[in-house]
C-alpha cells in the first residue's frame, strides 16, 4: 500500500490509465507508482523503462503471475 501524508498533493482522477494493468517486463505507459495486482508490492517506474521482470518477487500459487497496475502516475 502506498501512504501520504497531504492530500492536497494529489489529485483525484478517472483516466483509463489507471485501469491498464501491465505485464512484468514491458515498458511502463506513463511515470509514476505501480501496484503488482497479485500482492500489492508498490514500486516506482519512469516512462519508457522497463517494469519489474516476473522474477522480481515471490508470489504463492493463490497470487497468480506479477501484473503491474498504476496506481499514481506524475507528470
Ligand atoms: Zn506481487
Not at 514491458?26 to 501496484?35: F, V
Amino acid at each position: 500500500m502506498a501512504n501520504y501524508k497531504y492530500g492536497k498533493f494529489l489529485n483525484q482522477s478517472d483516466n483509463a490509465a489507471f485501469d491498464r494493468v501491465t505485464d512484468p517486463g514491458h515498458e511502463a505507459p506513463h511515470s509514476g507508482i505501480y501496484r503488482c495486482e497479485g500482492c500489492g508490492e508498490n514500486i516506482v517506474s519512469t516512462y519508457g523503462h522497463r517494469l519489474p521482470p516476473q522474477n522480481h518477487h515471490q508470489h504463492n500459487q493463490a497470487q497468480g503471475s506479477i501484473r503491474w497496475r498504476l496506481i499514481a502516475a506524475t507528470h
